[in-house]
């Protein structure tokens, strides 16, 4: 599906009352959770024990 149709599907999704600072952030949701399922399928991706591994760092 090209670029622009997915934008409008998304907009579309949206109430009608929507500002513009709520497309724009569902916009940037939608394009990086795209990022993140290709990174996945083309074996990107950390398991959950890496990723609590690695987030010990910063949580303690």
Not at 31 to 58: T, Y
Request: proline letters at 3%; a positive charge; hydrophobic letters at 35%.
């Amino acid at each position: 599906m090209p670029v622009k149709e997915i934008a409008k599907n998304v907009i579309d999704t949206l109430p009608d009352d929507t500002t513009l600072d709520d497309i724009i952030h569902a916009l940037y949701i939608r394009a990086k959770f795209n990022h993140g399922e290709r990174e996945i399928r083309e074996g990107k991706g950390v398991s959950q024990e890496e990723a609590k591994q690695r987030l010990r760092k910063w949580v303690k």
